[in-house]
């Protein structure tokens, strides 16, 4: 396992309040850097990137999302019991002409490979979507050197997100590509591609996507259909979907949200899906007892009135990580 970037981990984003009363710990208070020897618990890995965004044509600034997640997580109440680590950040650093994306990817698969054997459950933090195919090659690269010989393990991915993020790569991969990279990928190595995208937007995907999604036997749900009347039903198909699957890796585009809740994104969502519906069907993948990633992607704090976008961000992650 490569632990040789721990030294670099800067742990200035975790300040915050501190109250007198007992029990009253915040993440700030807890959360400790990532140390080579630390018993299994939820781990942080930034993915400081935008190189996907710029290549999607999207609003720069990406790259900043890792740091504006923490320092909206460093205040929130603590409740959880197991430990929780900051384990630093992967930065895209541009090298000539080349903007450093592939070689960033790289690196954060084998980030995320090097935390899952060592018994963590890794939270990345991107960064644009691009995050997707670096944090699935991670958990690929992780199930591949335990797996029986021969065996293909099914690994489920649940994408809270109003793009199905499916575009044909071509020669460029962008943060609107990473889920046709995956299932190429799947094709590849002869491993089933199990997809669940939730909160897509008809409007801002074309009918080709909506066509591959279909090929792809893509469980789709868009955004007028997630509603409080429709929440158990979804609900319902989600978990039948997680059933099929051995291991599942959460994503989420905050862009998924209406653009009042989560207006610092890449590409702001004119419906969405807030995020009192989004909880419990976030809630149903974490109580599986099969999660074994999690990233969000897409916070833009340039653009991120009032901090709203990273404070759902925030929310999401204790949210996710809370324990039963």
């Known amino acids: 396992m490569n632990f040789s970037y721990l ?62 997640m923490r320092k909206a997580l460093a205040s929130l109440a603590w ?41 963590h459950l890794p939270v990345v933090l991107g960064g644009g979507h691009e995050v997707a195919y670096g944090s699935w090659s991670g958990l690929a690269r992780h199930l591949e050197s335990t797996a029986v010989s021969g065996e293909a393990p099914t690994i489920g991915i649940v994408n809270f997100d109003a793009h199905f993020d499916l575009r044909d790569p071509g020669r460029r991969s962008s943060s609107g590509t990473p889920f046709a990279q995956i299932a190429a990928e799947c094709e590849r190595r002869g491993w089933p591609f199990r997809y669940a995208c939730l909160g897509v937007s008809r409007a801002n995907n074309t ?10 036997g893509v469980l789709v749900r868009e955004d007028h259909e997630i509603n409080a009347a429709s929440l158990d039903a979804i609900g319902g198909e989600l978990d039948d979907f997680i059933a099929g699957c051995d291991r599942v890796y959460l994503t989420i585009d905050l862009d998924v949200l209406p653009a009042s809740e989560a207006p610092g994104v890449s590409a702001p969502a004119t419906h969405g899906v807030s995020l009192v519906l989004l909880e419990p069907l976030i809630g149903r993948v974490r109580d599986s007892r099969k999660l074994a990633l999690i990233d969000l992607a897409e916070l833009n704090p340039s653009f991120d009135i009032d901090g709203r976008t990273a404070k759902a961000a925030a929310r999401l992650i204790h949210h996710v990580t809370l324990e039963s």
Do not use: K, Y
């Open 7 to 68: 030294d670099t981990i800067d742990m200035s984003p975790w300040a915050g309040r501190e109250d007198p009363e007992a029990d009253s710990l915040r993440w700030h208070q807890v959360i400790e850097p990532l140390q080579v020897n630390a018993a299994p618990g939820v781990a942080l890995v930034g993915f400081a990137c935008d190189a996907g965004v710029a290549r999607n044509q999207g609003r720069i600034g990406a790259a900043g999302g890792p740091r504006a």
């Open 79 to 119: 409740h959880r019991r197991s430990p929780t680590f900051d384990a630093g950040d992967v930065i895209c650093r541009p090298h000539g002409a080349d903007d450093g994306l592939e070689a960033a990817q790289s690196r954060l698969a084998g980030r995320v490979a090097a935390l899952l054997d060592a018994g």
């Open 207 to 216: 009918q080709t996507l909506f066509e591959r999604a279909a090929e792809l």
